[in-house]
């Protein structure tokens, strides 16, 4: 079986390495900004 290299779309594993990234980066992402959002809150 061979693959036609002009098929469109992404693969499932394409999919799922972009959802594992987003993950990390969520997972990064959110106690920072809620820290941030914190200290903004204590105000000087």
Known sequence: M?????????TLLE???VLV???IIYSIAVPV???VIE?????P
Do not use: H, M, P, Y
């Open 2 to 10: 061979i693959k036609s290299t002009n098929e469109k779309g992404f």
């Open 15 to 17: 999919v799922l390495s």
């Open 21 to 23: 990234i987003v993950a």
């Open 33 to 35: 900004v809620s820290g």
């Open 39 to 43: 200290i903004a809150r204590e105000g």
